[in-house]
């Protein structure tokens, strides 16, 4: 079965520090992968898309994308109380489907 | 600002009725998917439509649960009876997909589902 792996957290970090959240997965075949934010009663929130190794960086958002050990991470630079959510990882398995795997999420508090 | 729109945003009803959710998906996108979330499982796919043939429909209690779309612009889910397990935020989600692309996908707001 294949899975996407997080941290449920909770994540605490202060204001202004950089917060780290990972996700691994299970399947060496996986192509794209997605980050999604969603605040408390809302929807999730697409940020953060990566389809190759290394890093792609967006404002104050980087993924980081590593495919021999099977993680990606998002780094989330000069954290801000808005910034406080839970972070969904998704992963697309094949590359000619749309199906995309979810994590439960990690939910970041960002402590001013 | 294009968006994904869903109704109603609210649903309570009693076990045994039938529920109707309805989903207006980004103009243009060929995907529609239909996601359920509780706290206990997550997000769960219950199906997906590409260019609105059903793909994938796996993931939905098939005794129950029906999903159609009708025309390019709606997309319906039927619980039919609905039961208090049913009770969770469904979530449409629509993107568009091209051989050889990716698979971002955009969320409409939800139907929070209570069933008592």
């Known amino acids: 079965q294949k899975e996407v792996e997080q941290n449920s957290g909770p994540l605490s970090v202060p204001e202004g520090a950089i917060a780290s959240l990972n996700c691994t997965y299970s399947d060496r075949g996986s192509q794209s992968f997605f980050w999604y934010r969603q605040y408390s009663g809302k929807s999730p929130e697409l940020i953060m898309s990566?389809?190759?190794?290394g890093d792609k960086e967006d404002g104050r958002f980087t993924a980081q994308l590593n495919k021999a050990s099977q993680y990606v991470s998002l780094l989330i630079r000069d954290s801000q109380p808005s910034d406080s959510a839970t972070y969904l990882c998704a992963v697309n398995y094949n590359f000619g489907n749309e199906k995309l795997t979810f994590g439960t999420g990690t939910r970041l508090t960002i402590i001013p | 600002d294009a968006r994904v729109t869903q109704t109603p945003r609210h649903k309570v009803t009693e076990m045994g009725q039938e529920v109707t959710m309805r989903c207006q998906p980004i103009?243009?996108?060929?995907?529609v998917f239909w996601y359920r979330q509780t706290m206990m499982q997550g997000l769960e796919l219950l199906a997906y439509?590409?260019?609105?043939?059903?793909?994938?429909d796996s993931g939905m209690p098939k005794d129950r649960f029906s999903a159609e779309m009708p025309d390019a612009t709606l997309a319906t889910l039927k619980i039919q009876p609905s039961e208090p397990r049913d009770s969770a935020v469904y979530f449409c989600?629509?993107?568009?997909?091209?051989?050889?692309?990716?698979?971002?996908?955009?969320f409409g707001p939800g139907t929070r589902l209570t069933v008592l």
């Open positions: 989600a629509s993107g568009f997909w091209l051989a050889g692309g990716w698979n971002e996908q955009f």
């Open positions: 103009l243009g996108h060929n995907t």
């Open positions: 439509f590409r260019n609105r043939a059903p793909l994938d």
């Open positions: 990566i389809y190759s190794n």
